[in-house]
């Protein structure tokens, strides 16, 4: 299947902007989406009469979250004044970012289309006094929650924090290993100035962190902030108006288990499927990737992607990213230069991580730019919803 | 450890049983009339052969520990903490994986392949929920 003909080659992604980033941004989530919106079309080199299909993830109103809802579609259309031929509010099948958008440019039903994911998640837990149980806006739990929730997982760190627990079992590797994962994203984080947190974490800090679910601790867990990002997504043919395009070279989103968080089969083992697809729509390697943005909502799911993508063997992720030597910025693959969402922010369903993918494969990424970056992987979740690309320079 | 402060589920005709059985004791799947394959949660559909026709059978156990974690946060105002959640299959019924509490014991002690009796305690919202406890 890799070569011509792949609908994802017939777009690229033309523009990312954000809005400002923070533990608490005192500004509504619609002026946070706003101006993340007129960020990504300006930096397209586009004006915002050019953009004919919108989207948003989570559509819906959905809100598992206090601060996790992401606004109303249509005010957004009308505050920009524009006619769209394009229109989606995603939930259930958001394996990437780009990929709804992608659909829709390449069947012709938009040129530009824009896609934001806004949060509040850090405004919200700071006004309630902490994280709050992932069902507590609702009354009874519903669908898959209903297992989960009442016995007491009560947060995705409970859900996943199994997984963790089964992986580091069948493959004997340890805390002091992974720990190496948000030590690292933290050192590429302080040259990140939008970055959430940048003052330097030690391993013994990580180590000496208090357990939330265990065994994933504090620092294993992404950093509920507020902030929005936004894509603009465009047709291939418009290469010429555009300011600094960048191709997708392949993209795949496959949910193969059964989905549901205490239902996966083998949770040592997470991504693999879309993986899979990914890698047989092209002829790059994981050797090529110069440079890999992967889904960190916690420590774990990096540890999966490294894995399902092929970046070391099944199991093997402890060793390769000890010391933190591979994975850091002068590394063979340097891993979330931007923070990722340890450091860098829960800006959620990897729009940060699409957003310096593109910025590194542009040349940039100011002082964390990866030299010569070509190819970068961006990755999404895992298990009930798992995307997994690569975007390649213009 | 007090199991009763949080969300309770929403019941669904396909859940209901589940639910009522809890009530009284006993765990409760789904197994198929056609081909015998047994599915959780219920959906009412084999999730093997796809057969629609579906009975409900007890599982009594013991089962093993897949998994687990010892949850320290707390995500509601009230929550008694610590305490560990299992994920627990059982050996005469493939398919089959309940997520449920540990409790008689520390929540450190909690391990995988750990084995359980199965039982229930009292739950958010006045529900049984899944309570395991470490077989003797």
Known sequence: MAGTGLFERRVVISGVGQSAIGRQVDRSGFQLTIDAILAAVADAGLTVDDIDGLAMFPGGGAANLPGYANGNLYEVQDALRITTTWRQGIVEGMSLPFYGPAMAVATGQARHAVIWRTVKEGSAARGAGGRLAYGSIKPVAEGPLAWLLPVGMLSPVCQVAPYATRYMHEYGVTREQLGWIPVTQRAHAALNPDAVYTKPLLLDDYLAARMISSPISLYDCDVPCDGATALVVSAAETAADLRAPVRIEAMAGVVDGRPSWEQWEDMGRVGYAAAAAMWARTALRPGDVDVAELYDGFTIECVWWLEAMGFCGTGEAGAFVEGGTRIGLGGSLPLNTWGGQLSGGRLHAAFGHTAEAVRQLRGEAGGRQVTGAEVAAVTNVGGFEAGAALLTRW | ?136
């Open chain 2, 1 to 136: 450890m007090d199991a009763t402060v949080g969300i309770p589920p929403a019941v669904t005709e396909e859940t209901a049983p589940f639910w009522d059985a809890a009530a009284a004791g006993r765990l409760v799947v789904e197994r198929c009339a056609a081909c015998g394959a047994e599915s959780f949660p219920p959906r009412g559909m084999c999730r093997s052969c796809r057969g629609r026709t579906m009975a409900w059978i007890e599982v009594s156990g013991p089962g093993h520990v897949y998994s687990y974690t010892v949850n320290y946060q707390r995500w509601l105002a009230d929550l008694p903490v610590p305490y560990a959640i299992v994920l627990v299959e059982f050996p005469g019924h493939p398919g089959v994986r309940v997520a449920g509490r540990l409790r008689g014991c520390p929540p450190e002690e909690a391990a995988i392949g750990l084995v359980v009796d199965v039982g229930f305690e009292p739950g958010p919202g006045g529900f049984a929920i899944p309570s395991f406890t470490a077989a003797r």
